[in-house]
């Protein structure tokens, strides 16, 4: 990670949020046994990118939050809190 | 809204998270007696953009999300929760 300190610090930040979201994407899939195809088609996401979000790698817009949420049968900000929280 | 039934659904249902982000930062920003120029500057974004996204009309990223969230000094999901959570 070239460039500033702080750039880290946003990055390592800005990861935190995708990761959340993959771990309690994953989490509630598993729980309400399904495949991550599956999940994927219903959202109406690349089986791909599905995967990528689940490893908290990728950068969805709120829009994708929601459809997750919706398909998942889950309240969209469950899936962004911390599991201890 | 022309198109689906469940367009308009999910459509109103992804106005919903952009709505009460757009709430929570403009409520959160006068707390902090931060102007929206000032706020705009600080993560990054245009003027224009970020007043779009405090009226709820925007859909960011949860990167854009956690900018905003470092430069309020207030955790990205709070600015997700229903004011009254």
């Known amino acids: 990670m070239t460039g500033k300190p702080e750039d880290s610090l946003i990055a390592m930040r800005t990861m935190r949020m995708a990761k959340i979201l993959g771990e309690n994407v994953r989490k509630t899939r598993l729980k309400r046994g399904m495949t991550l195809e599956a999940?994927?088609?219903e959202v109406g996401l690349a089986y791909s990118y599905m995967g990528g979000i689940e490893r908290g790698q990728k950068n969805p817009t709120l829009d994708v939050?929601?459809?997750i949420a919706s398909a998942l049968d889950i309240e969209p900000v469950s899936l962004l809190s911390r599991?201890?929280?």
């Open 39 to 41: 999940l994927a088609t």
């Open 65 to 67: 939050v929601e459809r």
């Open 83 to 85: 599991p201890e929280e």
